[in-house]
């Protein structure tokens, strides 16, 4: 059993900083990927970004490349998404999931019904 829970959404304007924290509980965090999903109001939730189990594979949706980095601790059992660069599209909840399959399955499958997910943090950038 693995519980996540979120932190360091907020509001911030175009162009700023946030980097959110999944602190995840259980001793089995390492044997998961991880990753970072978002949903905007009335829109399907989306892939934003995965980091496999070591944490030496990462992969993004395309419209974050070059702006968001992912990253895991697995002696903090925590893993991160430092955003740069932020636009108001990329308002929305963002939520920490953990699953078995590998990270590029997680970033490859649409509507993957991962493992395990966080409760949700808002990010909300304003123009």
């Known amino acids: 059993q693995v519980q996540l829970v979120e932190s360091g959404g907020g509001l911030v304007q175009a162009g700023g900083s946030l980097r959110l924290s999944c602190a995840a509980s259980?001793?089995?965090?390492?044997?998961?990927?991880m990753g970072w999903f978002r949903q905007a109001p009335g829109k399907e939730r989306e892939f934003v970004a995965a980091?496999?189990?070591?944490?030496?594979?990462?992969y993004y949706t395309d419209s974050v490349k070059g702006r968001f980095t992912i990253s895991r601790d697995n002696a903090k059992n925590t893993v991160y998404l430092q955003m740069n660069s932020l636009k108001p599209e990329d308002t929305a909840v963002y939520y920490c999931?953990?699953?078995?399959?590998?990270?590029?399955?997680?970033?490859?499958?649409?509507?993957?019904?991962?493992?395990?997910w966080g409760q949700g943090t808002q990010v909300t950038v304003s123009s």
């Open positions: 999931a953990a699953d078995r399959v590998p990270a590029r399955t997680m970033a490859g499958t649409v509507g993957l019904p991962c493992d395990y």
């Open positions: 259980g001793r089995t965090f390492r044997n998961y990927a």
């Open positions: 980091v496999s189990w070591s944490g030496s594979s990462t």
